[in-house]
């Protein structure tokens, strides 16, 4: 089975801290996202990847930028965080050829005080 | 751009009664269309999906969704609920060899013993 891991389930930050949100699939995919998820909003892309050292913005990048230095590793970094980034992340990943199939990892839930 | 519309953030249904989840979509092409579920503290997951071919297609657990395009519409439906069934359903589209996926905002299932 397709795994996706994201290291922290949860976590409790202050208001200016750096963030860091790892993700790490085992299936050799190519492409991977970080998706922000707020109840009545659905998922919003913020960034995706679709190689090692590529990245291209989603549709909320602001606030957040990204990482992947080796392919299996696909990192969301919050250079300072706010109280409007409190929310559910979900880190994803798929192959290529697999259109729209994306496996998800369970989510981490950050809270910005 | 291509979008999906999901009215309706929280469906109730009868444990035993038909489950109807409704997602328009938007696309100036052939799109490719998903229906993913969330369960509690879970990542998302995928449920089924159209590609091309048979517009009725089969997903897990029971559920069947139908692709008509006269009418820009993909519902989900499952015969009869179960307490299982209790979840979030995300409607998501994108276009071939296209993996950034729009998902509408989501449904929040509950079912009623």
């Known amino acids: 089975d397709v795994k996706v891991t994201q290291s922290s389930r949860y976590l409790v930050k202050r208001t200016g801290e750096k963030v860091f949100l790892e993700c790490v699939q085992d299936?050799?995919?190519?492409?991977m996202f970080w998706y922000r998820q707020d109840p009545g909003l659905g998922l919003r892309l913020i960034y995706f990847?679709?190689?090692?050292?590529?990245?291209e913005k989603g549709d909320i990048p602001e606030g957040y930028s990204v990482s992947r230095e080796k392919k299996e590793r696909f990192s969301l970094i919050l250079e300072s965080a706010s109280t409007n980034q409190t929310s559910m992340y979900l880190c994803?990943?798929?192959?290529?050829?697999?259109?729209?199939?994306?496996?998800f990892g369970e989510g981490s839930r950050l809270t910005v005080l | 751009a291509q979008s999906v519309t999901q009215l309706g953030s929280h469906v109730s249904v009868s444990e035993g009664a038909l489950v109807l989840l409704r997602c328009n979509y938007s696309?100036?092409?052939?799109?490719?269309l998903f229906w993913y579920v969330q369960y509690p503290n879970q990542g998302l997951q995928l449920l089924l999906k159209y590609t091309t071919g048979a517009t009725l297609v089969k997903g897990i657990n029971g559920f069947e969704a139908e692709f008509k395009k006269s009418e820009t519409s993909f519902h989900l439906t499952k015969p009869s609920a179960h307490m299982s069934d209790a979840a979030e359903y995300f409607c998501?589209?994108?276009?071939?060899?296209?993996?950034?996926?729009?998902f509408g905002k989501g449904n929040q299932v509950v079912v009623i013993p």
């Open positions: 299936m050799d995919h190519e492409n």
């Open positions: 990847s679709y190689d090692v050292k590529m990245k």
């Open positions: 994803a990943s798929t192959a290529t050829v697999n259109t729209g199939e994306l496996f």
């Open positions: 998501a589209v994108t276009l071939y060899g296209n993996n950034r996926l729009a």
């Open positions: 696309s100036s092409v052939p799109p490719y």
